[in-house]
């Protein structure tokens, strides 16, 4: 188990277009969630900690209200990319994570934005 | 800024040989984790090691680790062409927010059948 899925796995759009990402646990409540952000052939950059119920806890560089998070629930959160713009084109991985010691992260499958 | 360091950053075998990749990092950790890329997918979780263990088995895969050294190794045993991905480590640091891992920059392996 600990399936998460992401959707949609591919998007391109017109600049100043508002894009959303959904990120759902299917099979186990994660009362985290993070979001990454991946040039190719790079590593992981975190953008930002996603709590169930709370505001969202974002690294330093990344805008809070350029990548705004939300996570309703135990098993969904959400990043719009508001006014995209090309350089905002990117791969954009979540994960989510149950609650307890020593727990991996479970990934979705990303989704490849591409700004026009 | 990436705590991780693996290194090769790539290598390249043939089916059927090992494959050990090697990670380095700089601060105390709770565990340290292997994960797997495979081109324009998301990372799919290998092995935890925690900080008390030194090695951990999982079928083909070997993981060692050393906190005197901070440093880990993943030993992929007879290399099958599906083995093709970016391997990460990724460190859960002492005193960090929970969960929080720290990526290294990976290791592309290709395995030539």
């Known amino acids: ?116 | 800024s990436q705590q991780g360091e693996e290194d090769p950053q790539a290598l390249s075998i043939q089916e059927g040989e090992n494959a050990t990749m090697n990670c380095s990092y700089k601060t105390s950790i709770n565990n340290l984790q292997w994960y797997r890329q495979n081109s324009g997918r998301g990372l799919v979780h290998l092995i935890l090691i925690r900080s008390n263990e030194r090695e951990k088995h999982s079928g083909r895969l070997r993981v060692t680790l050393d906190t005197s050294k901070k440093s880990s190794s993943l030993l992929i045993t007879a290399s099958r062409a599906a083995d093709t991905a970016s391997y990460f480590c990724a460190t859960d640091a002492t005193g960090g927010s929970n969960y929080k891992l720290t990526f290294g920059k990976g290791t592309l392996l290709t395995v030539n059948p």
């Open chain 1, 1 to 116: 188990g600990a399936v998460v899925s992401q959707h949609p796995s591919w998007v391109i759009c017109k600049s100043g277009t508002s894009v959303k990402i959904e990120c759902r646990s299917l099979d186990f409540q994660a009362t985290t969630m993070f979001w990454y952000r991946q040039f190719p052939k790079q590593s992981l950059m975190l953008m930002a900690t996603s709590n169930e119920g709370s505001k969202a806890t974002y690294e330093q560089g990344v805008e809070k209200d350029k990548f705004l998070i939300n996570h309703a629930s135990l098993t969904l959160s959400t990043l719009t990319v508001t006014s995209a713009h090309p350089e905002d084109s990117s791969f954009y991985i979540c994960s989510g994570v149950r609650q307890g010691a020593n727990q991996p992260q479970h990934f979705g499958d990303g989704t490849r934005l591409s700004i026009l």
